[in-house]
């Protein structure tokens, strides 16, 4: 959901010096979400080499299908033994 709003966070907080006042101001959008959550990501994303794919696993918060996916998981009937 907010896959390319976090690619755009990275450049901007990069090509703002890492000034997170200015770099979160850009995004209201993600006014919601913790402000360590999103240097977390950033810092991530850059330690990663941009593997999106691996990043993106370890902050399910933004990413709706993944906790969609895990809450399904848990959620599913354990089907009963046939005595």
Known sequence: MY???L???IA????TGYNWG??????????DFDVQLLKDYVATAEAANY???????KFP???NLAVKKKT?????P???LLS
């Open 3 to 5: 896959d390319q709003i």
């Open 7 to 9: 690619k755009d966070l």
């Open 12 to 15: 901007t907080a990069q090509a």
């Open 22 to 31: 200015e770099t979160l101001s850009k995004f209201p959008e993600l006014k």
């Open 51 to 57: 593997d999106y794919d691996r990043v993106n696993d």
């Open 61 to 63: 918060e933004f990413f």
């Open 72 to 76: 399904l998981e848990k959620s599913q």
């Open 78 to 80: 354990i089907p009963q």
